[in-house]
C-alpha cells in the first residue's frame, strides 16, 4: 500500500516545502532597492537567524544538488571571504544596528575549508555587527573526510556549537559509485574531536535511494551511525534529475532503487532508528528526546525555514553569499545564484539580490498551514484561517486533491481539522501540496 501511495502522488515533481510560496515563483521584480526597504524596516528589538554560504568543496559528489566550486587552492575561499564582509557591512548599512542574533548557519559547499585564523575573524566580524545572544546556535556543515583538530579548536573558540556531518551512507560500494569514499573512522575522529573541544550537539545527514543500496546497506549505516548518538538525524531521499544537475550525470541510472526499493529503504531506516531511541520529527528528521528539535515539536513550535526544520523561532534569516535565501518582513529574497554574478554586485557595493517574492496577506495563511503539516503532520485550518482574517471554507474548498488524500485513508479530516496519519507521513508533501496555490497540478 505505502508502495502504490507514493506512486500514486508522484512525490518526486512536489515541493519539499521548506519555503512558501516556493523559489519558482520568485521574480526579478524584487531586487536590491525592495531588500534595503524590507531591511530597513526590520524591528530592531526582533531577533534574527543569519545564513552564510561558503560554495566550495576538495571534490565533486555526484549526488549533489547544491551550486558549489570544487579548488584545491585556498586563493578562491579567501578572495570569497572578502566579499561575504563587504555584503555583511552592505546589508549592515540598511538594518538597524545591532540586531539580536538567535541562530547562525555556515551552509555550502564546505565551510570548514575556510582556514582557522580567517574563521576566527569572520566571527568576531558578525560579532561586532550584531548582538549575538548568549543562547544563540551557532552551527557549521563539515565534511569529515576533510576536517581536523585544528579546526575542531577554531570551532570552539568562535563559539560554535553544533555541527552537522554529511554522511549519507558506509556502505563502501555506495561510496564508489557517488563519488564519496568516508570511512566509518574518519566519521568517528572528527565526532571524537568536536566533542573533545566542547563541540557537543551533532547532526548527521544520511541519504537512501543512492545507486547500489539496499535495505540491508542502509540499516548498516543507521546502525553505525546511532553507535556514534549524534543528536539528530536528517534522511533525505536522493533526487535524481541528470538533466538539471550534470554531475548527477555520472551516477549509474540502471543502479538505482526502484520506487518500491525506496519505500522499504525508507521504512527500514526511521524504524531502526526509532527503535534505537530516536523520535521522528515531521517528515525525514530523527532526534534525541532532549534534542532542540524534540523539544520544539512537543511544545508545538516546531518550524520549517529554508535549511529545513528547526527549532529557531525567529522571523526573520537574513541570507550572505552567493545563492543564499532570505525571509525578511516583506517577503523572501534570493543572492545571485553563481559565484561570478554574486562577486561582480558585491565587489560593485551594491547587494547581489537577484530576485524575490512579495508575500500577501493570503500567502502568510497558506504557508501557515503547509508549515504546521510539515511539522506536526497536521494542521487546524479553521484556526489558523482565523488568525489570519480568511474564512477556512475557502481554503478547504479550493484544496484540490483534499478529498481524494482523504479517501486513500492518508488524513483523516473533522471540521476542517486535517491530521496525516503516522503511517503516511512520506506522503505528507502531497497533503502541503493541497494548499499550495501555485502548483501546476497533474491529477495522479
Not at 528526546?289 to 523561532?313: C, E, F, H, V, W
Request: hydrophobic share 45%; aromatic share 8%; net charge neutral.
Amino acid at each position: 500500500m505505502q508502495t502504490s501511495i507514493l506512486t500514486k502522488y508522484r512525490q518526486a515533481r512536489l515541493p519539499w516545502y521548506t519555503i512558501y510560496p516556493t523559489v519558482p515563483e520568485f521574480s526579478a521584480t524584487i531586487g536590491a532597492e525592495t531588500y534595503e526597504e524590507w531591511l530597513r524596516d526590520l524591528p530592531a528589538d526582533d531577533p534574527v537567524s543569519l545564513y552564510l554560504h561558503v560554495p566550495f568543496c576538495r571534490s565533486m559528489c555526484w549526488y549533489c544538488g547544491f551550486p558549489t566550486t570544487i579548488t584545491r587552492h585556498d586563493a578562491p575561499i579567501l578572495n570569497y571571504l572578502a566579499l561575504l564582509r563587504d555584503e555583511i557591512r552592505l546589508v549592515s548599512k540598511q538594518a538597524p544596528q545591532e540586531l539580536p542574533v538567535s541562530d547562525v548557519h555556515f551552509g555550502g559547499g564546505t565551510p570548514t575549508l575556510i582556514g582557522s585564523a580567517e574563521f576566527l575573524a569572520l566571527m568576531g566580524f558578525l560579532r561586532r555587527r550584531y548582538a549575538f545572544r548568549k543562547t544563540a546556535t551557532i552551527a557549521v556543515e563539515i565534511d569529515p573526510r576533510t576536517f581536523t583538530a585544528e579546526m575542531a579548536e577554531t570551532l570552539a573558540a568562535a563559539g560554535v556549537n553544533r555541527a552537522s556531518l554529511g554522511v549519507q551512507t558506509f556502505d563502501p560500494i555506495v561510496q564508489k559509485a557517488i563519488n564519496r569514499v568516508q570511512s566509518e573512522a574518519q566519521t568517528e575522529a572528527a565526532v571524537e574531536m568536536l566533542r573533545r573541544h566542547g563541540v557537543s550537539r551533532i547532526n548527521f545527514d544520511l541519504i537512501f535511494g543512492l545507486p547500489h543500496q539496499t535495505v540491508q546497506s542502509c540499516v548498516n549505516t543507521v546502525t553505525a551511525a546511532t553507535a556514534m548518538r549524534p543528536n539528530r538525524l536528517a534522511v533525505f531521499i536522493y533526487a535524481h534529475i541528470p538533466s538539471v544537475i550534470k554531475n548527477q550525470r555520472l551516477i549509474e541510472e540502471t543502479a538505482l532503487p526502484d520506487s518500491a526499493a525506496r519505500a522499504q529503504q525508507a521504512a527500514a531506516v526511521a524504524q531502526t532508528l526509532v527503535v534505537a531511541g530516536y523520535r521522528e520529527i515531521g517528515l525525514d528528521h530523527f532526534a534525541l528526546p532532549d534534542d532542540d528539535l524534540s523539544l520544539a515539536q512537543t511544545a508545538g513550535r516546531l518550524r520549517r525555514n529554508s535549511l529545513g526544520y528547526s527549532a529557531d523561532t525567529s522571523k526573520t534569516l537574513i541570507g550572505f553569499g552567493a545563492s543564499a535565501i532570505g525571509r525578511v518582513g516583506g517577503g523572501y529574497v534570493q543572492n545571485e545564484v553563481t559565484r561570478d554574478c554574486y562577486s561582480r554586485h558585491i565587489a560593485a557595493g551594491r547587494l547581489a539580490t537577484s530576485k524575490g517574492y512579495r508575500l500577501t496577506d493570503e500567502d502568510r495563511a497558506r504557508a501557515a498551514i503547509i508549515e504546521r503539516l510539515m511539522c506536526d503532520l497536521e494542521a487546524d485550518v479553521p484556526a489558523i484561517c482565523a488568525a489570519h482574517g480568511f474564512d477556512p471554507i475557502r481554503f478547504i474548498d479550493s484544496a484540490e486533491g483534499l478529498a481524494m488524500l482523504a479517501e486513500d485513508g492518508i488524513v483523516d479530516i473533522e471540521k476542517g481539522f486535517i491530521r496525516a496519519r503516522q503511517e503516511h507521513r512520506f506522503v505528507i508533501r502531497a497533503v502541503a501540496a493541497a494548499f499550495d496555490a501555485f502548483l501546476d497540478r497533474v491529477a495522479p
